[in-house]
């Protein structure tokens, strides 16, 4: 079993950077593709992000590319989510999760694991 722990979201103010790590206990990252996504109050569940194991395959929602970086450092378990020059529109619960497949996917329906999730708050 795969349980996955966020960390490092908080208050930050527009243009302004946070850096969200995701740390696994149990069962390594290994080969599973993992993601960030976020929801908004009153907003569906969308897809930030999503690495495959090593790095070669990456993907990002059009509002966040050239902004937000996702990676990966497998010796630590860990999926980070560097944010730089947020936007009040940033602000929601970021959640990160991982599949039982090394093929990254956005639909968030095909993650088998997910963390509890961390508040970002970006204000103008």
């Known amino acids: 079993q795969v349980q996955l722990v966020e960390s490092g979201g908080g208050l930050v103010q527009a243009g302004e950077s946070l850096g969200l790590s995701c740390t696994t206990s149990?069962?390594?990252?290994?080969?599973?593709?993992t993601a960030w996504f976020r929801q908004a109050p009153g907003k569906e569940r969308e897809f930030v992000a999503a690495?495959?194991?090593?790095?070669?395959?990456?993907e990002y929602a059009d509002s966040v590319k050239g902004r937000f970086t996702i990676s990966r450092d497998n010796p630590r378990n860990t999926l980070i989510l560097q944010m730089n020059s947020l936007e009040p529109e940033d602000t929601a619960v970021y959640y990160c999760?991982?599949?039982?497949?090394?093929?990254?996917?956005?639909?968030?329906?095909?993650?088998?694991?997910w963390g509890q999730g961390t508040q970002v708050t970006v204000s103008s």
């Open positions: 999760a991982a599949r039982n497949s090394s093929v990254i996917v956005r639909t968030a329906a095909w993650y088998n694991y």
């Open positions: 149990g069962r390594v990252f290994g080969l599973y593709a």
């Open positions: 690495s495959n194991w090593n790095g070669a395959t990456i």
